[in-house]
């Protein structure tokens, strides 16, 4: 207990940070406020920054530096330093400014975006941690130091070359995951093949983490590959064991991760929030928690502690992606061990490209080969373990008491065992009491993130288009339209981590309201990932008369996923417990010419609360609208005024007339449009005519996602 004062004391570290940053935040780590970089500079303003080169990487064939020690040029101001990291976008091919080099670069300012919606990566946090506190895109290089070449220079230029041999011997799809593997580089892996690394990684085993390729070149190596948080933690432990070994001292593991811990805090307290940083620190404790007492070389031992080490990361794992794989323990007892292998011949490949010599050529031929056949199994293996029944599991976030007392039952479970031991007590119904442990873990996490009784309707932030997301009191999920003009692979990167935070693993019914593509590429995307991503049961579309050539598209796309197709005509009704949806349009006349006025247009009730969504319903349409509520509601039909109205066309001037709203008489709106869009939604004359029905209004551009509550009798609205 003495000797591992120094982990207890990494654990108070952590602890103090973590309250300094509930309580305090941005005040207390001044890096998480506003920047002077913030304060001083415009989105898309041209500037000219002074600074230190002391990261490069490759990105999509541009050239991304990292500069430090920056001087702010401002135009007839002098100089003005900051203590803050910019990053800079180059157009510029090849090795550009050397680490190490100070320069003057000109570029337009860009800032980074805060999470879109919940469940969403935040990119503004994610670089303020590192005091990253802008981007310049297109920079221009205008002036450099001249400076001898340093040792990290010389360790990039060398990946880099080791990266392109690597590619031309083996091509470029294989290559590029070795690249992963061995140099910590990305550039080279073609997507699909991260996406499948990506589903491995979320089971709580990274097979991208690069390995030591030998004890007096492990410092360059973790220079070389980028110096993540785990490389970091790895080569101070290493180095630990070390001056251990060196001065006859015993090495304790909990103790040396404690001072690892200790001193990467230190360094950078937001480090703790990082997924690299918990999933190190994770792993490693748990292998020294319920990894002692194994027997080397007995398989039931592996078994076990590859299972236990599962459980033991499993919360870590789910907070950061929302899911992971329940076969995984029994894929990494293959893996691991192959790993090591495939790390062994791609390192001495590397080794060997350096000897210039025919017998060399044939080795590293043998050795790429083998390396080759490894990744191939890699690959092969793990797109059928994610097609495995029940093979994905995504109960979304756990909440933090969810966390608290999963770890409390695992600790307790452990204390009570190796009490038991120590002791020389031998029960018979060990298998028994893991079993019964493991239900309550997953029962814990698996909580369901929902209220029974209780709607869930969000406003997803998509930029230019519309996504609805609402959840019954049953369970069930849907989603009125998906689509963006304005954000790039909007259903990848917006709406799937979204529903993953949130526990969905498939929407039970989407509707479609007409076929342009800021109310449907989302969707599509969906159908496309399903197999790392969300499923789709029923798609619900308008008559098949109102359908374009999109919407055929996005019908044949379905069938294809085995997604079923429906049509909702007018006044067909969908009933779901508390919740009733009602399509009150299209159905009279013939088709528009102009798609927006053939939109589906949806009554939704839950209890005695009321929503209208009116797709990009305009004008004309928004006329015989008005009309037919009317007729409706003397029947008794429809209520006498709506809580909610989602806002036609995304603010547009022709939507949301002054008829409709005197018809319908909404106490809120929401609003779905994009930043600066080219549009100006919403217009003026539309905020104005909401204001002046008292409307309060809600809207994507200035406050991101929104969110609706509901027991049926009242209802709440949350925004940030």
């Known amino acids: 207990m003495i000797k591992r004062r120094l982990g207890f004391a990494g654990i108070l570290l952590a602890g103090l940070i973590l309250v300094l940053y509930l309580t305090g935040g941005g005040k207390i780590f001044g890096r998480l406020g506003v920047s002077r970089c913030e304060k001083l500079w415009k989105e898309s303003e041209e500037v000219m920054v002074e600074g230190e080169v002391y990261q490069k990487t490759r990105k ?28 800079v976008y180059l157009d510029e091919k090849g090795n550009g400014p050397e680490i190490g080099q100070r320069i003057l670069v ?4 860009g800032f980074f975006d805060p999470a879109a919606n919940p469940g969403n990566f935040d990119q503004k946090n ?44 083996m091509g470029k799809r294989r290559g590029g995951i070795l690249c992963a593997v061995l140099l910590g580089d990305s550039f080279y892996t073609e997507e699909k093949v991260k996406e499948l690394y990506r589903g491995l990684r979320k089971t709580g085993f990274s097979i991208l983490q690069a390995g030591v390729v030998g004890s007096l070149l492990l410092g360059s190596y973790v220079v070389m590959t980028g110096m993540s948080v785990s490389a970091l933690r790895a080569f101070a432990m290493f180095l630990i064991r070390m001056g251990a070994e060196l001065t006859g001292r015993e090495y304790d593991g909990l103790t040396a991760l404690g001072i690892a811990e200790i001193g990467l805090l230190l360094a950078n307290p937001l480090w703790l929030f990082t997924a690299g940083f918990q999933l190190s620190f994770a792993a490693v404790l748990g292998i020294y928690l319920i990894g002692s007492g194994n027997k080397k070389g007995r398989f039931s031992d592996s078994v076990r502690m590859s299972v236990r080490l599962w459980f033991f990361l499993l919360p870590v794992t789910l907070w950061h992606y929302y899911e992971t794989c329940l076969y995984a323990p029994a894929w990494n007892l293959l893996v691991i061990p192959m790993a090591s292998v495939l790390l ?87 298998v028994v009491r893991q079993l019964v442990t493991a239900g309550i873990l997953l029962i814990l996490l698996g909580i369901p993130k929902w209220k029974r009784g209780q709607m869930e309707l969000t406003m997803l932030d998509v930029g230019q288009g519309d996504c609805f997301f609402f959840r019954d009191g049953n369970g069930k999920n849907y989603l009125i339209d998906g689509g963006s003009s304005s954000v790039d692979a909007a259903g990848r990167y917006r709406l799937e981590p979204f529903l993953k935070f949130r526990g969905v693993k498939r929407l039970d019914y989407v509707w479609v309201t007409h076929g342009d593509v800021d109310h449907l590429n989302a969707v599509e995307e969906l159908l496309e990932r399903r197999k790392y991503g969300v499923e789709i049961q029923y798609l619900i579309f308008p008559e098949q008369k109102y359908w ?58 839950y209890g005695k609360i009321t929503m209208l969504f009116t797709g990009d319903l305009e004008n004309t349409g928004e006329e015989l609208l008005a009309e037919r509520i009317k007729n409706l509601r003397k029947k008794g039909e429809l209520p006498a005024c709506y809580d909610l109205l989602k806002v036609g066309h995304h603010g547009s001037r ?6 409709l709203l005197e018809v319908i008489r909404p106490r809120a709106a929401f609003c779905s ?42 209802y709440g609205i949350q925004s940030p």
């Open 548 to 605: 374009d050539e999109r919407l055929i598209k996005l019908c044949n796309l379905a069938e294809e996923a085995g997604t079923k197709v429906r049509v909702m005509e007018m006044d067909t009704i969908f009933l779901s417990g508390k919740l009733k949806m009602r399509c009150l349009w299209p159905g009279e006349g013939e088709p528009s010419e102009n798609g927006n006025e053939n939109s589906l247009v949806l009554h939704l009730q």
């Open 60 to 87: 999509e064939e541009k050239l991304i530096l990292y500069l430090k020690k920056i001087q702010i040029r401002e135009m007839g101001n002098g100089k003005a330093v900051a203590d803050e990291r910019l990053l």
């Open 126 to 169: 994610y670089y303020k941690q590192q005091n990253i506190q802008a981007v310049l895109w297109k920079g221009k290089v205008l002036e450099k130091q001249v400076k001898k070449t340093s040792f990290r220079e010389k360790l990039w230029q060398f990946r880099n070359r080791t990266a392109d041999e690597i590619c031309r011997e």
């Open 106 to 109: 000109k570029g337009n300012v």
């Open 344 to 430: 062994l011949c791609g390192s001495a490949g590397m080794a060997v490209m350096l000897i210039p010599c025919g017998a060399g050529d044939i080795m590293q031929s043998a050795l790429w080969k083998i390396t080759e056949w490894i990744l191939l199994f890699y690959e092969k293996g793990s797109g059928l373990l994610l097609e495995l029944p029940g093979a994905r599991w995504i109960p979304g976030r756990p909440r933090l008491w969810q966390i608290a007392c999963y770890y409390g039952v695992l600790l307790f479970y452990l204390w009570r065992k190796r009490k038991e031991k120590k002791e020389g007590r031998q029960t018979g119904k060990q």
């Open 654 to 659: 022709n939507a949301t007339g002054e008829e």
């Open 673 to 714: 449009s994009g930043k600066e869009n080219r549009y100006g939604h919403p217009h003026a004359e539309t905020l104005e005519r909401l204001a002046k029905w008292g409307v309060s209004l809600y809207n994507t551009k200035d406050r991101g996602a929104v969110s609706m509550y509901t027991d049926g009798r009242e």
